[in-house]
């Protein structure tokens, strides 16, 4: 169904990793380490600054990959993982994109199931990747049929 997406990239959007958004992200799963929040306490650390969370990177905006038009609701979370060559400071501005890796369909109990892995990238202008994040979205038989007859709304 997507096979023909593999090897698509999105369009690079910039991005800046803010004080604000990594306070209430932090806030928000409950993290209470000082590196992420306390202006002091990051100043005096060896990064001179607060960073993020490293699941913080979910919540970037990867650009847009033509042809691929995932519905709003219906998918299934399957896994992500994420791999840094350093943590992302509070200041930090790089170019995030996505790639879509794989897609695959199997057949279980369940019924028939699509899963469609992406690698979203942070690299800086001169190429340099700060992080790459992968994930697994499983698309069930419903949003399947949904998605080829074009009404994602209901999914």
Do not use: W
Request: charged fraction near 25%; hydrophobic fraction near 35%.
């Amino acid at each position: 169904m997507l096979e023909h997406l593999v090897g698509k990239k999105s369009n690079k959007v910039l991005t800046t990793v803010e004080r604000g958004a990594v306070k209430k992200f932090a806030e928000a799963i409950g993290e209470t380490h000082p590196i992420y929040t306390d202006r002091e306490y990051g100043l005096k650390s060896k990064y001179g600054d607060n960073i993020a969370p490293p699941t913080f990177p979910r919540t970037f905006d990867y650009g847009s990959i033509e042809g691929l038009d995932l519905p709003k609701a219906g998918l299934i979370h399957g896994e992500q993982s994420f791999e840094y060559a350093r943590p992302l400071v509070i200041g930090d501005t790089f170019y995030c994109s996505s790639l879509v890796e794989s897609y695959v369909e199997k057949t279980t109990k369940t019924g028939n199931l699509g899963f469609l892995t992406l690698l979203n990238i942070g690299e800086t202008e001169s190429g340099e990747v700060l992080f790459k994040s992968r994930i697994v979205i499983i698309l069930t038989e419903t949003v399947r049929e949904l998605m080829k007859h074009g009404n994602h709304s209901n999914a």
